[in-house]
């Protein structure tokens, strides 16, 4: 069985880009691969971080998880923290990546050029420690949102070189963008990424938002004025992301979604999506409620611990032996 890799960062609150770039596709693929899905809660650090929330980010992440479908007695869940062959491969791979790579990183960049100041080393070299995430448990795939692509990609360049270096230790993972909703944009501004650091509320949908509110930010959602309903993300960007959302969401193709809105308004269009969300939503948050109170985390958390220990002692034992940090035999 191929393996498959992919986690999030407990910073901010989850959003929907979040759950259809991402927890959508690891559910799709629970049942054809051997999946770890954990909590990037290293990486969370890399920014400012206040204690308080990253706790209460953590238990709603993992809850999350768990409310959208994820069957921990098929998914290896665990926490980044517990396992501490992430730190320790992350170094090993810093060392093995060049400071050129990493400056291009887009991320870091539009930081950058943003002119975000006193940005943490931690920032800068966070794709190593990503490379780590995923090199360690030998992932064949790596579902991820299309921002998240071009870590993938370095992490198949450091895989590459330091088979090529030191003889075959990591299998070179591919990337595994979805079709549709690789990229959920922002509903005030349809050009940018729906994101969890958004300062405007109204942009952002977020999994644990009142239902009713999120169905209001879809009536609100910026579009055009074309007035006709077609998928032209260049020409009309809103009404493109509006419908992925629904497509998303509902399982229907856009083609079908457009030809059943031929003549008609996007004031019609947009109660159907505000109703999907609002109803998706509430259905996920009543099971976000149960898991919190069955106690179940804690003990998914602990059995997934276990088994991805396993799997990440033995490859850095091996990465240390190819190193030559191993003396005697
Ligand atoms: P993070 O936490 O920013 O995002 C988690 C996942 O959600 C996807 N995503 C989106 N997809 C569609 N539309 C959006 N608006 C949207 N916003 C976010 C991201 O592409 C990602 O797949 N560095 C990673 C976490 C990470 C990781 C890993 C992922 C750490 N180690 C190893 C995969 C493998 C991150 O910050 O994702």
């Known amino acids: 069985m191929k393996r498959m890799l992919s986690g999030i960062k407990p910073t901010g609150k989850l959003t929907l880009g979040n759950y259809i770039g991402a927890i959508r596709e690891f559910i799709k693929y629970q049942d054809e691969y051997e999946m770890f899905i954990f909590i990037a809660n290293l990486h969370a650090i890399t920014v400012p971080n206040d204690p308080k929330e990253l706790r209460k980010n953590t238990k709603d992440l993992i809850a999350l998880y768990l ?21 320790e491969l992350g170094w090993m791979l810093t060392c093995h990546s060049y400071m050129g790579e990493l400056q291009r990183m887009t991320q870091y960049k539009d930081k950058v050029a943003k002119g975000e100041q006193n940005l943490t080393a931690g920032l800068f070299t966070y794709p190593c420690l990503m490379a780590a995430d995923i090199l360690l448990y030998d992932a064949d795939y790596v579902p991820v949102g299309i921002d998240q692509k071009q870590h993938v990609e370095l992490t198949r360049d450091i895989a590459i070189r330091f088979n090529n270096r030191y003889g075959e230790t990591f299998v070179v993972p591919e990337p595994l963008v979805t079709k549709v909703g690789a990229k959920i944009y922002s509903l005030t501004e349809p050009t940018k990424k729906m994101s969890k650091s958004e300062n405007d509320d109204k942009s952002t949908i977020y999994l644990l938002d009142d239902p009713k509110l999120a169905r209001k930010k879809i009536m609100s959602a910026v579009t055009d004025s074309v007035g006709i309903i077609q998928y032209d993300p260049e020409n009309q960007p809103g009404l493109a992301n509006l419908l992925t959302i629904q497509s998303a969401l509902s399982g229907e193709a856009i083609d079908s979604i457009v030809e059943r809105y031929q003549g008609k308004g996007y004031g019609e269009l947009k109660k159907e999506i505000g109703a999907t969300v609002e109803n998706f939503l509430t259905e996920l948050q009543a099971k976000y409620r149960d898991i919190l109170a069955s106690g179940i985390c804690e003990k998914v958390l602990a059995n997934g611990k276990e088994q991805a220990q396993a799997v990440a ?5 091996k990465v240390k032996k190819k190193l030559g940090f191993q003396i005697f035999n």
Do not use: C, N, W, Y
């Not at 002692?313 to 034992?317: E, I, S, T, Y």
């Open 67 to 87: 409310a959208s479908g994820l069957d921990p007695e098929k998914v290896t869940l665990f926490l980044q923290s517990d396992i501490h062959e992430h730190a």
């Open 313 to 317: 002692f033995k490859k850095v034992r």
